[in-house]
């Protein structure tokens, strides 16, 4: 950019520019729109579109992954208007289209994975994915367990190679699967390479950490405190995460929706669900996607600031969905529905106060 707007803070110059910290896909994803349209070209109104597409998708992969109807549309109803994303997607600014775009490329990826299995294919999106939230290179653990049959590379089969382990078996290959491994790895790989030749063309770093390092005043920052990822931060995304509460009143609008973070137990309550999910390969996937994105982004320094609800769940929020059909089962039951209900009133009051009234708190 050739201008510092002043409700900008994440602008790094460089020179006689300035640069964005945020990695670049939803721009590239934005670009023939911008082309044809021209450079008024709305990106809310594009948010909100791509939103009501990722809906869709939730769908398709549920119906792909052999979930039954009723537990497909549920959790699609659900993802469409029981969580955040539902926020996100309406106000359409820098940091919530990152996310908007993320969620889409790993529904692609995981539909892909249900489908077709183009390893290729599968990586490309994994990669673009790690192109609009970096975190979500993590949930890469889903495809090795997922598509294991694909992916390993050895002889024996996991179970096998463990019970039977010897030093030989390292170097009995299984030639198709190591072909497949270096295939999808390698296609995820160009996107980390592209982001450091970028992130070194701009800066003469390639960590993909390096545009948050030069933000400027970031080490007077009283968030940041000179370091943007430390395992000090943990507890206040907990709090985030948990505890964090709407203020209460007895006058309009009765519930103050926080700016700061609102719990996800009270913004999604139906995710309860997701604990009573029986034994299976499919739930091993997810949670091996959630809980290493779920380390990194609670490293992180903010906890999301500004947002409704949780906004970083957001980076796993497909796997998430998965294990919510896994735990409904076959049909849904009254208290599922119940819980969906509340899930959708919340987010309803959260984005109609926020985006129509402005009403929050910090």
Known sequence: MIE?????????????????????????VMMPFVYIFGPNFSETYF?????????????????RLNFYDASS?????????????????????????AHIVAVFLTLLALIESAGKKRLWLIGLLIGAGFWARTSVLFT??????YLWKDLWIFKKNPVLFLKEFKLTNLFEFNLKNLTNFIIFNSTIFLFILFDSLYNY?????????????????????????GVYMSIMYIPRHIDALIFRLPKFSETFPYMTPSLYATAIWFTSPVLIYIFIVKRSLLKWACWLAILPTFFIVIQWAGVG???????FALDFMPFLLILLALGLGQKPSKFAYFLLTLSILVNAWGTIILNKYGIYIM
Do not use: C
């Open 140 to 145: 890469v653990l889903f495809f090795y367990i």
């Open 47 to 63: 948010s909100i579109v791509l939103g009501s597409i990722n809906v869709v998708l939730v769908y398709l992969l549920l119906k």
């Open 305 to 311: 600031f500004s947002q409704f609800g949780y906004r």
């Open 201 to 225: 063309a701009r800066f003469g770093d390639f960590s993909p950490f390096s545009p948050y390092r030069l933000i400027q005043n970031v080490d007077t920052n009283t968030v940041v405190n």
């Open 73 to 97: 549309v549920f959790v699609a109803i659900f993802f469409a208007f029981g969580t955040n994303h539902w926020f996100a997607a309406s106000v359409g600014s820098s940091w919530y289209l």
């Open 4 to 28: 510092n707007p002043s409700w900008l803070n994440e602008l790094i110059p460089v020179g006689d520019k300035y640069y964005v910290a945020l990695p670049p896909m939803p721009a590239i």
